[in-house]
């Protein structure tokens, strides 16, 4: 606020992780949720600091993330205008009707409407009629919540982000006090008009290289075909034409389940603006990787600014030049009560591969954040595990990091055994995972769990069906995988001893061992392409002692009780290849000249969190693992096709 404190000047705002919020499983992640209040509470709006009615208002806040306040939860909302396209003048302003009297009327924008029904029915919005006749996944009754597990934990959250936002606050005074309001509001325009000018001039760049020739379609996949009805359109309303000033990129991708995500890039040469439009992704789904518009959104500011050579703060500006449209209903623009908790770590990768993908400009990277939720009824703990990132146009991809925009580090090993009752047996890369090409895709890692007593344990995740492609001819990575091992009792022989028998066991794991370490090692370049049993085989017998365990694949999204002793293994998936392997000095030049992004030595979404290395016995140590992983051809994955239509569109152009 200005001196007077009589006009509102800037907003500062934390954004934080909850560990748990309630929901049919510890973690606030399940696997199987088909609603959002499945996955716990859902607050609209609510004030946290209220100065004249004693500052933190902590009974109010508990008693909504424990669940006792149904009317407060959001079973309805609308997440889009039309067709979801963008449009920053299309807001519109709905009365809230708060619980206390005196509350003041709120502006709420398009995507956060709430229409939910109270204890005594009434509705809290004026819309709520009009909402109610609309299909949903659920019906308008007061739903069942399973409030949080970790209240005390939610609370001290909550206190830190209003610190953060306290410190904001004061930060933000200093330095008008010290420059003047119109210094720094002069400077905040300038680095969103700045960031502007930069999208549109990568835009018109890559306008440049792909010429004014037919859509390109970096998928290769007949179903990505669409009419140029709208560039004819815009033709004819103008004597000049823009027809040689329009250029089309469009690419595919697909779910595991096969929900198809396709994008269509029509470039605007002159203007230097864009409009990206999902039409023909595949509709919202009963499960819960359906995304709101608000990740797409993310997915492509966060792909802009991978694509932008110059160094750049990220902010609104990127988005000035660019139009979103996204199909209502669909898998990327849901209805009101439908599951969301994947989307925002599942879909949203696989968004920003699509649209790195339309620009050429990475190979695939894991496409999935591999969450990894255990807990009971006192305690929830939730991770992210990271995977390989897709190489590019002169770079490898990285192994063992978090691709793109997940933004979390994963805990300490030691941190993670003290506090949570598990054990860490193995945490390395995941030699052979990444796809070969002129550039390599980066290592998935393996991580194995071992639970000390029972525990719900859930997985979320993706690429386990289909693999992380490669680009221009480099080769898939190989998909993930999750196991469990069950411990299954042993028999004795009579005169022989547990100690002997133990001792056997270790004599026999070490040989193992022995011989799948010479495996790893010795090349197989007449075998192209390994089986997804031979990934599984490999990871189990990696488990110290695993005769004495039952092997079960739990697939991509599951939930199950594990008892003391009991393993979990994920294998993450690994990054494609870009360009083909062997490729000729001609080929390596073409793609060069069609890169996209910066030259930097992690690619496109390689700059995450470092995971993996050998932190926990089974490991070997990051760096012996990266330099064997230089000295020998690990196993990899080719697929079909060359560079060749690369060098035809160069011609074209």
Excluded at 91 to 119: A, H, L, P
Aim: a neutral charge; hydrophobic letters at 30%.
């Amino acid at each position: 606020m200005d001196e007077k404190e009589d006009e509102i000047l800037f907003f500062v705002a934390a954004r934080g992780h909850h560990a748990d919020i309630g929901g049919l499983t510890p973690g606030s992640m399940p696997p199987h949720s088909k609603t959002l209040e499945d996955e716990g509470v859902a607050i609209v709006s609510v004030k946290i600091v209220d100065v004249a009615r004693g500052g933190f208002q902590e009974e109010n806040i508990s008693k909504l993330l424990r669940g006792e306040c149904v009317d407060r939860y959001l079973t309805g909302r609308r997440r889009g205008g039309g067709e979801g396209e963008r449009d920053a003048g299309r807001e519109e302003e709905e009365e809230g009707k708060g619980e206390e009297k005196g509350e003041k009327d709120q502006k709420q924008q398009k995507s956060i409407y709430m229409t939910s029904t109270s204890k005594s029915g009434k509705k809290t919005s004026k819309d709520a009629k009009k909402y109610a006749k609309q299909p949903t996944q659920q019906q308008t009754t007061p739903p069942t919540i399973i409030g949080t597990r970790c209240l005390a934990d939610n609370l001290s959250d909550l206190k830190a982000q209003i610190a953060a936002n306290v410190k904001g606050v004061s930060l933000l005074k200093q330095l008008a006090a010290e420059y003047g309001i119109q210094t720094i509001q002069h400077y905040m325009r300038e680095i969103q008009i700045n960031a502007e000018n930069s999208v549109r001039h990568m835009l018109r760049s890559f306008a440049d290289r792909i010429g004014s020739g037919p859509v390109r379609k970096t998928s290769g996949s007949k179903s990505a075909s669409t009419s140029n009805s709208s560039r004819a359109a815009s033709s004819s309303s103008n004597p000049r034409s823009h027809h040689h000033s329009r250029h089309c990129v469009q690419a595919v991708d697909y779910m595991d389940d096969g929900s198809r995500i396709q994008l269509r890039v029509t470039i605007d040469r002159e203007r230097g603006s864009a409009v990206f439009d999902f039409a023909g992704t595949g509709p919202e789904v009963y499960g819960n990787y359906n995304a709101p518009p608000a990740v797409s959104y993310s997915a492509i500011i966060y792909a802009l600014r991978c694509l932008v050579a110059s160094d750049i703060p990220l902010n609104q500006g990127c988005l000035t030049p660019i139009q979103i449209k996204i199909p209502d209903r669909c898998l990327l623009n849901p209805s009101a009560a439908a599951a969301v908790v994947g989307g925002n770590v599942l879909t949203s990768q696989r968004v920003t591969d699509v649209v790195l993908k339309a620009f050429g400009a990475a190979a695939a990277s894991q496409g999935c954040m591999n969450n990894l939720t255990f807990g009971d009824s006192r305690m929830g703990y939730y991770e992210t595990i990271a995977g390989g990132s897709g190489a590019g146009p002169g770079w490898d991809g990285r192994g063992g990091v978090h691709t793109h925009m997940t933004n979390t580090r994963i805990t300490d090993p030691e941190v993670l055994e003290r506090r949570y009752p598990v054990v860490l047996r193995r945490f390395h890369l995941r030699h052979g995972s990444g796809g070969r090409g002129l550039w390599r895709g980066g290592e998935g890692v393996v991580r194995e769990l071992e639970f000390l007593r029972p525990l719900t344990v859930g997985i979320l995740s993706e690429r386990r069906a289909r693999r992380p492609f490669g680009l221009f001819g480099g080769g898939d990575a190989a998909p993930g995988v999750n196991l469990v091992l069950r411990r299954i009792g042993e028999v004795v022989e009579e005169g022989e001893t547990e100690e002997d028998k133990g001792k056997e066991g270790t004599e026999k794991q070490q040989q193992l061992e022995a011989e799948l370490e010479q495996t790893e090692i010795q090349e197989d370049e007449d075998n192209e392409q390994d089986s997804d049993n031979d990934w599984v085989e490999s990871l189990v017998k990696g488990s110290e002692g695993f005769q004495r365990f039952q092997v079960l694949n739990i697939g991509g999204k599951n939930s199950l009780v594990l008892n003391a002793g009991d393993r979990l293994i994920i294998g993450t998936p690994g990054g494609g290849g870009f360009g083909r392997e062997g490729a000729s000095e001609e080929e390596r030049i073409l793609l060069l000249a069609g890169q996209g992004g910066r030259k930097r030595g992690g690619g496109v979404g390689g700059g995450g969190e470092k995971q993996g290395g050998g932190e926990k016995q089974g490991g070997r140590g990051r760096k012996e693992e990266e330099g064997k992983e230089k000295e020998r051809g690990e196993k990899g994955y080719h697929a079909k096709g060359s560079v060749a239509e690369y060098k035809a569109l160069q011609e074209s152009a």
